[in-house]
C-alpha cells in the first residue's frame, strides 16, 4: 500500500482531481476566468446546439480517419517493402523510424516551410508541373488534407515499426504451407501475412486514433485551427478556449467531450486487446 | 534461391521501392538541414534549392548565441530530467510491489493508474490553468515538472512492473530468508538487475517530455520559464520577422538531443513500442 502512495498521490493531484473538477465545472456559469453559480446543463445546451460543435465533431473525425487510413497504408506498406531487405532493412527502418522522434513543433514547421505558397519547394514542383500551388495551408478546403498529410507522415513509422514485429512473428510453417500448394508471394500475403496483422492493425488504429483526436501542437502551428476554423477539432477548440479565456463553461464542455471519446476508445482498446498499456 | 515469406524477387523493384519509403521520411528533414545551411536570401529564392548554393553555419551561430536561448536550453532539460526523475521515484516502488505483492487494494489501485492513463492531457488544460491561476502556480518551474512527471507515470509503472517480473522471485526468496527486507531487495538486488530496463523507460520518457510543447506555453508561458519548443513555436507565430534559416537551425538544435538518445537506445525504443502491441 505504502509502496504504491507517492505514484497515487501524483495521480490524484495531477490527473483525477481536474477530471473531477473539469465535469464541476462544465455545469457551472462562467465568465472569463470566473465561476459565478450553477447552472445545470446550460453550457451543455450551449455547446450541443451551436453550428460550430458540429463543424468540429466533422473535422475531428475527418482528421482522424483521414489519418488512420494513410498512416496505416503507408505503414503497412513500408513495413512490407522493408522486410525484403534483411540487415539493411533493420538500419533503413531506424532511419525511417526518424520523424516520429520529432516533436510535433518540429515536425509542424518543417511542413509549414515545405508548403510555403511563395518559395516553399512543395509549391515550386506543383507549378513546374502546370498546378496553381494556391494557398496550400491558407486554403479552407486543402487545409484539413495537408494536415492529414503531415500527421501521416509523422507517424506512419510507428505503425511500420509495429506492423514489422507482427510479420516476423509469423510461424514459417504458414508459409511453407502456401509454398508446397504453389503460391507465390501475392497468395502468401493474402492468406498468412494479411490476416496475422488485422488484429495488430486493429490495436494500433486505436493508439493512434486516441492519439490524433487529443492532438492540438500541430494544428497550432500549421494552421493555428484555420483558416477560418477549417482544421478546429474538439482538441483544438479546447486549447483555443482555455487561452482566451472568454467563457470557460463551454471550454469545460468541449474537454469532456474528448475525454469521452478518449476513453470509449480506451475501453474498446483494452476489450479488444486485454492489454492496459500501448 | 527463393525466401519463404512473401518476399518480392525482383531485386530492383524491391531497391526501388525502399528508397522510396526512406526518402519519403528522412526528404522533408533533409529539407530542414539545407534550408538551415542557407543564408537568408538563398532561404526565399524563387527557385528553392536542396542544395544550399553555398554553406554557411552563421545560423547555428545565432541559435547559440541568442540572448534567451542558454535560459530555455536549461529550461527543456531541467524539465525533462525533472519529470524523468519524479516518474522513476514514485514508479519503482509502485512497480517492484505490482510485480511483488499481493494485497486486496492492488487491483483498485492498478486501475485507477489505467483509468488516470486514459484522460487525455488536453482535456485538463481548462481546470488545470483555473486551479494554478487560483493557487498562483502559473509559471513555476516545479509545477511543470510535476504535471510532466504525471503523464508518464502510468507507462513508467508498467514497465517496470514488467522488468520487475523477469527477475527470478528466487533471488529475492533466498535474500528474505537471510533477513533482507523488501527495502533492501529492491534497493540492492532488483534495481541493479532491471537497470538497463530503467534506462529504456528514462530515455521514452526523457524524449515524451522534451517534445512537450502544450504544458509549458499554456502552464508556464513566462519567457524565463519556456522551453526551447516553446520558442521555436513562438518564433514561427512571428510571420513578420520569421527567417527559415534561422528557425530550421534553432529546430534542429532543439531536436538533436533527441536524436542522440534515439540512436543511442534505438533498440530499446523500437521494442518499448512495440511491448505488447503485436498480438501473438
Known amino acids: 500500500m505504502v509502496w504504491f502512495l507517492p505514484v497515487v498521490v501524483l495521480l490524484l493531484a495531477v490527473s483525477l482531481y481536474p477530471t473531477v473538477f473539469v465535469i464541476w465545472m462544465s455545469f457551472q456559469k462562467t465568465r472569463f476566468y470566473d465561476l459565478t453559480g450553477f447552472v445545470g446543463l446550460a453550457n451543455y445546451v450551449e455547446v450541443l446546439s451551436s453550428r460550430t460543435f458540429w463543424d468540429t465533431t466533422y473535422t475531428s473525425l475527418a482528421y482522424m480517419a483521414g489519418s488512420l487510413a494513410l498512416s496505416l497504408a503507408l505503414g503497412v506498406f513500408a513495413a512490407l517493402i522493408l522486410n525484403n531487405l534483411g540487415r539493411t532493412g533493420k538500419l ?7 520523424p516520429w522522434t520529432l516533436s510535433m513543433a518540429v515536425v509542424g514547421t518543417i511542413w509549414l516551410s515545405l508548403f510555403n505558397p511563395s518559395y516553399g519547394p512543395i509549391g515550386h514542383y506543383m507549378k513546374q508541373i502546370g ?22 507522415w509523422w507517424s506512419f513509422p510507428y505503425v511500420m515499426v509495429i506492423v514489422t514485429a507482427a510479420i516476423q512473428s509469423i510461424p514459417r510453417e504458414l508459409y511453407e504451407a502456401v509454398q508446397v500448394d504453389g503460391g507465390g ?28 483526436l487529443t492532438l492540438v501542437t500541430l494544428l497550432i502551428v500549421l494552421t ?15 486549447f483555443r478556449g482555455t487561452v482566451q479565456a472568454q467563457n470557460i463553461g463551454p471550454t469545460a464542455v468541449y474537454s469532456i467531450v474528448v475525454l469521452v471519446a478518449n476513453i470509449v476508445l480506451g475501453v474498446v482498446y483494452i476489450r479488444a486487446t486485454g492489454r492496459v498499456s500501448a | 534461391m527463393y525466401a519463404i515469406p512473401p518476399k518480392l524477387t525482383n531485386r530492383t523493384i524491391v531497391v526501388g521501392l525502399s528508397a522510396l ?65 519524479v516518474a522513476l521515484a514514485v514508479g519503482i516502488p509502485a512497480g517492484y510491489a505490482a510485480s511483488r505483492f499481493n494485497f486486496p487494494a492492488k487491483r483498485p489501485l492498478m486501475l485507477l493508474i489505467l483509468a488516470t492513463s486514459m484522460v487525455p492531457g488536453v482535456a485538463l488544460l481548462v481546470p488545470t490553468f483555473y486551479l494554478l491561476d487560483q493557487l498562483g502556480l502559473l509559471n513555476n518551474r516545479f509545477v511543470v515538472v510535476v504535471i510532466l512527471a504525471a503523464r508518464i507515470a502510468p507507462q513508467t509503472v508498467w514497465f517496470i512492473q514488467n522488468f520487475v517480473d523477469a527477475v527470478p522471485r528466487d533471488i529475492d526468496e533466498a535474500a528474505l530468508l537471510d533477513g533482507a527486507s523488501h527495502r533492501q531487495i529492491l534497493l540492492l538486488l532488483v534495481l541493479p538487475l532491471i537497470r538497463p530496463g530503467i534506462a529504456a523507460v528514462a ?78
Open chain 1, 224 to 238: 493555428g485551427g484555420g483558416p477560418l476554423g477549417a482544421t478546429t477539432t474538439w482538441s483544438f477548440e479546447t
Open chain 2, 203 to 280: 530515455v521514452i520518457g526523457a524524449i515524451t517530455t522534451w517534445n512537450d510543447y502544450i504544458t509549458v506555453a499554456v502552464f508556464a508561458p513566462d519567457s524565463v520559464k519556456r522551453t526551447l519548443q516553446v520558442a521555436l513555436v513562438n518564433q514561427v507565430f512571428d510571420s513578420v520577422g520569421i527567417s527559415w534559416s534561422f528557425t530550421m537551425a534553432f529546430a534542429l538544435v532543439s531536436s538533436l538531443p533527441v536524436i542522440v538518445l534515439f540512436v543511442l537506445v534505438q533498440k530499446w525504443f523500437i521494442a518499448g513500442l512495440t511491448a505488447g502491441a503485436v498480438k501473438g
Open chain 1, 92 to 98: 533503413l527502418r531506424v532511419l525511417t523510424l526518424l
Open chain 1, 131 to 152: 498546378i496553381a500551388p494556391g494557398l496550400m495551408l491558407g486554403d479552407p478546403g486543402l487545409a484539413l488534407w495537408l494536415t492529414v498529410l503531415v500527421t501521416s
Open chain 2, 21 to 85: 519509403v526512406v526518402l519519403c521520411a528522412v526528404g522533408p528533414m533533409m529539407w530542414a538541414i539545407s534550408t538551415s545551411l542557407k543564408n537568408e536570401v538563398d532561404a526565399v529564392a524563387a527557385i528553392p534549392a536542396l542544395i544550399p548554393p553555398s554553406i554557411t553555419f552563421a545560423n547555428f551561430l545565432t541559435v547559440f548565441t541568442h540572448k534567451t536561448f542558454l535560459v530555455e536550453l536549461f529550461n527543456s532539460v531541467l524539465y525533462a530530467a525533472g519529470a524523468v526523475a
Open chain 1, 185 to 212: 508471394w501475392f497468395p502468401k500475403l493474402r492468406y498468412v501475412t494479411w490476416p496475422h496483422l488485422i488484429p495488430t492493425l486493429g490495436s494500433t488504429a486505436l493508439t493512434l486514433g486516441i492519439l490524433y
